[in-house]
């Protein structure tokens, strides 16, 4: 009996992280982002138009902060302002941009 409870809170345990992972989108996890944003730096290198990359994005995309996230990456990158970056650049960049926000949203207030 004592095996089977064991047995049974072993799996409770690591069942719960993984329901939890499920849970999270694209948009709370900055080093997907990152990689999002190296994507569509080598779409933006190889001549794919913005139009083109909101709409790839609206294809693989479908939860509304997932696909502000990746809009807003679209957004900047495509920016005629923004500085020509390479992928490795704009994924650096945008993990980088992710942390920080994510820290400063952690901190507690004093």
């Known amino acids: 009996m004592k095996r089977v409870v064991v ?4 799996a409770l345990c690591i069942a719960q992280p993984a329901a939890q992972a499920v849970a999270q989108t694209v ?14 730096a080598s779409w933006h290198a190889h001549k794919k138009t913005k139009a083109q990359a909101l709409e790839q994005a609206a294809r693989y ?14 957004e900047k990158i495509y920016s005629p302002d923004a500085p020509h970056m390479t992928p ?9 941009e992710c942390v920080n926000q994510h820290k400063g949203q952690a901190s507690p207030a004093q």
Do not use: E, N, W
């Open 61 to 74: 995309y479908k939860d509304p902060s997932d696909r502000a996230a990746v809009d807003a990456i679209i």
């Open 7 to 10: 047995s049974a809170l072993l």
């Open 27 to 40: 948009s709370d996890q900055c080093f997907a982002l990152g990689d999002i944003a190296g994507q569509v």
């Open 88 to 96: 490795d650049q704009a994924s650096m960049a945008i993990t980088s």
